[in-house]
């Protein structure tokens, strides 16, 4: 109302104003023109006149300022003065008033008037002056007889200029104007002041109304301020063009925190409708409104409001407009952007200035973006003011690294947000770039691959948005990476280096020199790496338009002076340079500045290079058998790419088949073996019986030449121009012949296929008992040739399980059968040859890398051991991981290989097998294309009996030893791949490369090629987990309900619960791959559902995320009630919680809480009738039954049930039972059930929150009293149960948390307890007497700890002793608060076994007592006794809640 009533006046006074404005026109008009001297000075005979004059100002006519002859004070009090003591006093003021507005009528006087005037010429006189002084008109508003009529005048004297403000001499007069009216000494009438300023305000142009408001502060005086503020406040609703001056003046006035939220809240509806030009002032006014108590709120709030894609988005969708109308693309949108992107940025630059200097603003920043929990919710804005945070706040560095690692780990800011802040806000990020550069690098460094995935993208955005300078330090920091970091960090390096190379190629070349600097550190590169860094540099110096001569010298420079070294490692680089750099002379196709070219066909020269450079490799590795197969596997790497020219790949083929053929085929003819250590006999010949084999793979002769080579140097030497033919260099060679062949005849090897069927020159193996007759020599000679030969099926595998032919598909299962034959044969060999070294089958790693420590049983038990005590405190253990790293007998569980073992024919060889799992670096890599044979359905001994060879192949089946083996090899792969290499990073002092060792052509593909690959497999994959399913189902349907029936075949069961483990595995792995996590990989993740939830419901095809999750869910649970050990159980549960963490609504808890509690209530038995059992078997459970704890409905009850249920079924058993309800919790097991309950206890109730009596009501508060009630009843028999299970694991466990457990309920049950000890008194006595019986029993414990004098034990007794003084402290307390000292009262606690026997101290038992009676008569200090426990008693009774003990041994 107050606001409206001044407005209306000033409506009025406005059109008084303006209906006066011609009356002073016409004045000015008719104005007396008087005579100017030449020397300017204006003499005038009115009052005015003579007035100022004698006071000491001389009017100046023209360009001329006005002077003043004495100083502006003097000046005002000689006139003050001449005016008060005039005769005419108080007409005179009227008088001079006229005179002063006769004289300003003439513009030019006007302005010299409103001018600051200037000394006298005069020597005297100017030295009496001020250098500065003030204008004619801002002297006379000093004077206060005349003040209020000058403000008057000057008002007036405003509305000529309305038209015209900026004159011919460049001055705006209402301006200067206004300019009087600041920072005056003292204002008459400050309200009519203000009432004539707004009406002003009302009428003015724009710019006048600019200039008036912002002058405001300096004009009005403080108390004035609040009603300005008002004022203002109400004209910016109705003008919103005024939107600037009304917020910067508001800014620098006074207001009271009432009025400042309202003003603040009504700017606040605005902000989104704002103009962007204006956005700046709005938020820095916001920024300075913001107090500690509301920061976080109206921060959010602001942030809200702030869209700042709209600014951006404008411009171009005037641009599409325009272009939609066939209009020609006017200059406005690209202007627009340009202005819209520099309000931007100064719009960060006001955000920028407010969190370096206010605290609270920063804190509030950091919160509200905290407080944003949906990656919708986020936006561009959130992300660059943690970038500013970042950049401007040392101090606080680490906590936004932090912060902007957990939203990037949940999903929050991802990539698209990033490029958007790159693309459309350039100018600010790049401002930015110092700590856009620091955080890529730290973010480059993280562990997790999501981080990693976005340290690098920023990377990446920052060169392709900023200038050179920027350009070179990415490149600068990327090489910094490459040279110095760990293995990860030098991969991730590389990766965005290749990235740049491929999509800005032209930008990178100049910086080529800074990329050549990583060779010199090459000793520390892994071959993959090196891969990588010879491919950026061969695009670099062969790119079109662009080639380096200086880096193909370098590159040349570096590859011979390493092909000649004598060194494996360096000769090694040198290979794999050289092959990589053909790679890129040889392309057909490159990938430069994100486009992919055609290269024009090879020239004559071209050829000749390249071809000279392969024979160079050829020739310096022709001696060395390693050398020469590295060369060989780089050389079909190269092939396998399918970009090579055809004139260098015909060149290529014309010699492979030529030299292969003379190398290792020979004609199926009779050999004389007397030359060998074993007869020659050929073996596993694929032809059909009425057709004899033609030729066969050399392989005993070569092994026996290559023995002799060995044994006898001088042979090879004498042999030097001769190319040594190895059978080390069999499969590496085959691999180059097949792939030249398929890429020549586009994928037909029919000329090659009889490769496929040949035998190989092998000896007998049926060896059986006869390998302790054996010397050491004919054993590793007989493991060498099993390792070859294993190595060649391998390749023929891989070579041939593309093609579609039935008859080849036969074939390569039968190759699949030969493999796995000779591995089980390999094992035993392996067993009676200690200390052996395997042949390289790798050859771009170091040689020891892969061998194992030793390959005797003895050994590899006792590494088992090891690992268990490891494995033993850890709750989230991953068992199924070790199944394959310690299994003995190919990843059965220990208790079922030994008794497969027992029953297996051949059982005294059988005892001691090898595990091939250690030697897998030491056999040819499995493409992943093999994995298509996992199309062919499932064949078991007990379907087809003794035909099963025909059968076969016939139907082209798998049969389960087979699947097992290829199960096993993708189950390593994906854990290679997709597990985050910080998980499996080696010990200190370790190999660095082994790690990669088997895996080389794995490497070579990303994690996403890999997923997707798999991802294509996962029908058959489903296909045979139901045929698993179904397996296990009808045999417990055979044997009445139970797996371990008469007519089990134990060895099948085996394999095929091993294949039902490995396909959980499978499934785990592919679903917890961390990439489904990013944005653009979701299609791949509901790809991969999408076939789960085909089987449930076939054909339907549209299915959200969740209902893909759903449903796939559901599929996986089905299996639950055929898994046929705890291994495959848990498998199935880890599988089940990685499909539920990836679901928003995550609604299936209390699935995963009953399928836990399910296999918990399983009898797990082996096939022979006995119980599964071992270390492998209680890590499984342990993690099982912590599951179940994290996700049962309510803790304390599933305690309390097995506490009190399974455990006594437990103790009334046999030595050898178990609980019939728990049939898992048996006497081996019950120390993982205590521990795993004694933690989830002492972390339940930390949940409970102690609340305050004013905050719950009184059903809250018994609510907790029962929590509590319940938990402390858990605690006293968990406590008590050490009576009979009194081993030191349960010991320790007991001591531990039974410390936490009490100083739990010291901080949030005490509190509780205060404030419900008179509402609640009998529930509060009731739970304290439970307490106090635990509390005792730990006093039991710490004296039987100090009794047998373990250290282990005894290291917990002091902490525990001083929680149980606090807890005797804290009840006191408590009573006392409730006005119930006298309940409290202190005894003597016995010192007791755990069986409750009294301890002896070394004094007598008659003086142990004589001093208890005198403890309890006298009360000793407490010092000398240790109080542990306490009495409560109401009125006449009296309960034994304190006790205290004395130690004399403390």
Not at 6 to 26: C, F, M, V
Not at 1387 to 1397: A, S, T
């Amino acid at each position: 109302m107050y606001s409206k009533r001044k407005l209306s006046k000033t409506g009025a006074r406005g059109e008084n104003l303006i209906e006066e404005l011609p009356k002073a026109k016409k004045s000015r008009a008719s104005g007396k023109k008087i005579s100017v001297p030449q020397d300017g000075v204006i003499e005038l005979s009115s009052v005015f006149g003579q007035l100022l004059k004698s006071a000491g100002i001389i009017l100046k006519a023209g360009e001329r300022q006005n002077e003043i002859a004495v100083d502006g004070a003097i000046f005002q009090k000689k006139l003050h003065q001449a005016l008060r003591k005039h005769p005419s006093y108080p007409q005179v003021v009227e008088e001079f008033i006229t005179g002063l507005e006769s004289h300003i009528e003439n513009r030019d006087q006007f302005r010299n008037c409103l001018l600051p005037c200037v000394p006298v010429q005069n020597q005297e006189a100017s030295n009496a002056v001020h250098s500065y002084c003030e204008s004619l008109i801002k002297l006379l508003l000093g004077i206060e007889i005349l003040q209020s009529t000058v403000i008057k005048l000057l008002f007036e004297k405003v509305p000529e200029f309305f038209d015209e403000s900026v004159g011919s001499d460049g001055l705006n007069l209402p301006r200067l104007i206004v300019n009087q009216l600041k920072w005056l000494d003292r204002i008459v009438n400050s309200k009519e002041l203000l009432s004539t300023i707004m009406q002003m305000i009302c009428v003015s142009p724009l710019s006048i109304q600019h200039d008036i408001i912002t002058s405001l502060p300096e004009i009005l005086e403080d108390a004035q301020h609040s009603e300005v503020a008002r004022e203002l406040s109400s004209l910016l609703k109705e003008k919103t063009e005024l939107t600037v001056p009304i917020l910067d003046a508001l800014s620098s006035l006074n207001l009271d925190l009432g009025l400042l939220s309202e003003v603040r809240q009504s700017i606040m509806v605005t902000v989104a409708a704002v103009q962007v030009e204006d956005l700046p002032v709005v938020v820095k006014f916001i920024l300075r409104s913001i107090k500690e108590t509301n920061a976080v709120e109206v921060i959010s709030d602001l942030r809200k409001k702030l869209d700042l894609d709209s600014f951006v988005s404008l411009p171009q969708i005037q641009a599409s407009q325009s272009k939609l109308r066939n209009q020609p693309q006017a200059s406005l949108p690209a202007s627009q952007v340009n202005v819209n992107q520099d309000c931007i940025k100064l719009l960060f630059e006001v955000i920028k200035s407010a969190i370096k200097f206010q605290k609270t603003i920063l804190e509030g920043w950091i919160k509200a973006i905290e407080n944003v929990y949906s990656a919708s919710d986020h936006k561009v804005l959130d992300l660059i003011v943690l970038f500013l945070i970042y950049a401007t706040n040392s101090k606080i560095k680490k906590q936004i690294e932090r912060m902007l690692r957990n939203k990037i780990r949940s999903g929050c800011l991802r990539e698209q947000l990033l490029r958007s802040a790159f693309r459309y806000h350039p100018l600010v990020m790049r401002d930015l770039f110092p700590a856009i550069l620091s955080l890529a690098e730290v973010f480059v460094h993280s562990a997790d691959s999501c981080i990693v995935s976005f340290g690098s993208y920023m990377y990446k955005q920052a060169f392709t948005a900023f200038d050179v300078y920027c350009q070179q330090e990415i490149v600068g920091a990327l090489v910094t990476h490459a040279c110095g970091g760990n293995s990860e960090e030098v991969d991730v390096a590389l990766d965005m280096l290749t990235d740049l190379v491929s999509l800005h190629t032209s930008s990178v070349v100049p910086y080529g020199v800074f990329l050549k600097s990583i060779l010199d550190y090459m000793d520390n590169l892994s071959p993959q790496q090196i891969r990588k860094l010879f491919h950026i540099l061969s695009v670099l110096a062969f790119s079109q338009g662009h080639r380096s001569s200086h880096i193909q010298d370098d590159i040349h420079m570096v590859i011979r002076k390493q092909l000649s070294s004598t060194i494996p490692k360096y000769r090694r680089i040198g290979i794999i340079g050289a092959l990589t750099m053909v790679g890129s002379m040889a392309a057909k196709r490159s990938k430069e500045n994100g486009q992919i070219l055609e290269q024009a066909q090879l020239s004559k020269e071209q050829c000749r290079q390249i071809t000279s450079l392969l024979e160079l490799v050829y020739s310096s590795c022709g001696q060395i058998p390693q050398a020469l197969a590295l060369y060989y596997d780089e050389l079909a790497n190269l092939i396998q790419k399918g970009n090579m020219d055809l004139q260098i790949l015909d060149w290529i083929g014309s010699s492979v088949v030529k030299d292969f053929e003379e190398d290792f085929v020979t004609d199926l003819v009779p050999i004389e073996d007397s030359a060998f250590l074993f007869p020659v006999k050929a073996l596993y010949c694929l032809e059909d019986e009425e057709s004899e084999a033609t030729i066969a793979i050399n392989l005993l002769p070569l092994v026996s030449q290559s023995y002799l080579n060995k044994h006898e140097n001088e042979v090879t030497a004498k042999s030097k121009e001769k190319r040594i033919v190895s059978p080390v260099c069999l499969s590496p060679f085959f691999r180059l012949l097949r792939l030249c062949i398929s890429e020549l005849n586009s994928g037909n090897l029919e000329d090659i296929d009889a490769l496929l069927v040949c035998p190989l020159y092998l000896t007998n193996l049926e060896v059986g008992g006869k390998l302790d007759s054996l010397s050491k020599e004919e054993r590793e000679f007989l493991c060498t040739l099993l390792f070859h030969a294993l190595n060649w099926f391998h390749e023929v595998v891989n070579a041939f399980c593309r093609q579609n032919d039935a008859e080849i598909k036969g074939r390569v299962l039968a190759r699949l059968q030969n493999i796995t034959e000779l591995q089980s044969l390999l094992e035993k060999v392996l067993a009676a040859s200690p200390g052996y070294t395997p042949p390289l089958a790798n050859f771009d790693s170091e040689t020891v890398e892969g061998m194992p420590i030793n390959n005797t049983v003895g050994t590899t038990k006792k590494k088992n051991k090891g690992k268990k005590a490891l494995k033993s405190d850890s709750k989230t253990s991953s068992t199924d991981n070790s199944q394959m790293e310690e299994d003995t007998e190919s990843n059965l569980p220990e208790s079922e290989a030994s008794q497969l073992e027992k029953d297996s024919p051949g059982k005294e060889s059988r005892t001691s097998l090898i595990p091939l799992q250690s030697y897998s670096a030491y056999f040819r890599e499995l493409d992943l294309e093999v994995f298509n044979i996992l199309h062919c359905g499932l064949l078991t001994k007990s379907i087809l009996d003794t035909e099963m060879h025909t059968k076969t192949r016939e139907i082209v089946q798998i049969g389960p030893a087979e699947l097992l083996f290829l199960l096993e090899d993708l189950c390593r792969k994906l854990e290679h791949v997709l597990i985050p290499a910080p998980a499996k990073r080696a010990p200190f002092l370790k190999g660095k490369g082994k790690r990669n060792a088997g895996f080389s052509h794995l490497c070579q593909r990303t994690s996403q090629e890999v997923i997707e690959r798999v991802v294509e497999f996962l029908k058959p994959l489903c296909n045979h987990m139901e045929n698993m399913h179904n397996f296990f189902q009808a045999l417990m349907a055979e044997n009445h309900g139970v797996v371990d029936g008469p007519g089990v075949n134990i060895q099948e069961h085996q394999f095929m619960s091993s294949c039902y483990q490995h396909l959980l595995q499978i499934f785990r792995l592919l679903f917890a791959w961390s990439g489904f996590s990013q944005h653009e990989n979701h299609s791949l993740l509901k790809s991969g559902l999408h076939v789960l939830t085909d089987r449930l419901k076939p054909g339907e095809k549209e299915f959200s995320l969740e209902d893909l999750l759903s449903h796939s869910f559901q599929y996986l649970l089905n299996f639950q009630h055929s898994v046929p050990n705890i291994y495959c159980a848990l498998s199935l549960t880890q599988l089940l919680l990685v499909i539920a963490e990836k679901s928003v609504i995550n609604l299936k808890h209390k699935e995963i809480g009953s399928i836990t509690k399910y296999f918990l209530c399983q009898s797990w038995m082996q096939p022979n009738g006995t119980r599964q059992k071992g270390t492998q078997f209680n890590d499984a459970l342990h993690t099982l039954f912590c599951i179940y704890m994290e996700h049962t409905d309510n803790v304390l009850k599933a305690i309390e049930d097995i506490s009190s249920i399974g455990i006594p079924e437990l103790i009334n058993s046999s030595k050898d039972g178990y609980s019939s309800t728990y049939p898992t919790l048996t006497r081996q097991t019950f120390p993982i059930f205590f521990r795993v309950m004694m933690t989830q206890l002492e972390s339940s109730i930390k949940s409970i929150s102690p609340g305050t009596a004013s905050s719950d009501t009184r059903e809250v508060q018994l609510e907790k009293l029962l929590q509590w009630n319940m938990a402390v009843r858990d605690f006293h028999i968990l406590v008590n149960l050490v009576k009979v299970f009194d081993s030191r694991p349960v010991l320790s466990v007991c001591l531990k948390y039974g410390r936490l457990f009490v100083e739990t309920f010291l901080k949030h049950g005490m509190p509780l307890l205060d404030y419900s000890f008179k509402k609640h008194r009998e529930d509060v006595q009731s739970l304290l007497k439970t307490f106090q019986l635990s509390t005792r029993q730990l006093h039991h414990m710490c004296g039987h700890s100090k009794i047998h004098q373990d250290t282990g034990l005894t290291s917990h007794v002091p902490f525990l002793k001083k929680s149980l003084e606090l807890f005797v402290y804290r009840v006191k307390a408590m009573l006392a608060l409730n006005h119930c000292q006298e309940a409290f009262w202190v005894g003597v606690l016995k010192n007791r076994d755990l069986q409750g026997d009294e301890i002896l101290s070394q004094a007598s038992e008659a003086s142990l007592t004589e001093d208890e009676e005198v403890s309890m008569i006298t009360g000793e200090d407490p010092t000398e006794q240790e109080q542990d426990e306490e009495e409560e008693s109401e009125n006449n009774g009296r309960t034994d809640l304190k006790d205290s003990d004395e130690d004399s041994s403390d």
